[in-house]
């Protein structure tokens, strides 16, 4: 049986996490130079990796998303939700592993 382990892959403090806006938010991690996608919503955090889970397209912001919850992939033109982490274009396809979902003054996301 293989275990799980975790690591931090992108954190952010107080400040970084207040001065998020509600909606979509991208992140580059400092350390690795990847990016993520954290989405505010009520005070609630989600976050994911940006990198579509069809063949690793990044996300970019949605031009007919009209009400900010959905990115685009710039490979193959999937749509996320990132408020649900829903596919919806190809509708019932699959969802995105979600990092974290906190509500907090900080932010640690957790990946493999």
């Avoid at 403090?13 to 509600?22: G, I, P, R």
């Avoid at 690793?56 to 009209?66: A, C, P």
């Avoid at 996320?80 to 969802?95: A, E």
Wanted: hydrophobic share 30%; with cysteine.
């Amino acid at each position: 049986m293989t275990a799980h382990s975790s690591k931090t892959v992108l954190s952010l403090d107080s400040e970084a996490v207040l001065s998020l806006k509600d909606g979509i938010n991208f992140k580059k991690s400092p350390d690795d130079a990847k990016c993520y996608i954290i989405y505010k919503e009520n005070g609630e955090l989600k976050a994911c990796k940006n990198q579509c889970k069809h063949q690793g397209g990044l996300f970019i912001k949605d031009i007919e998303d009209l009400d900010g919850r959905t990115v685009r992939c710039t490979k193959h033109f999937w749509k996320l939700n990132v408020s649900t982490m829903q596919y919806v274009n190809p509708p019932d396809s699959f969802t995105q592993d979600e990092l974290g979902k906190l509500s907090c003054h900080f932010l640690n996301l957790k990946g493999y």
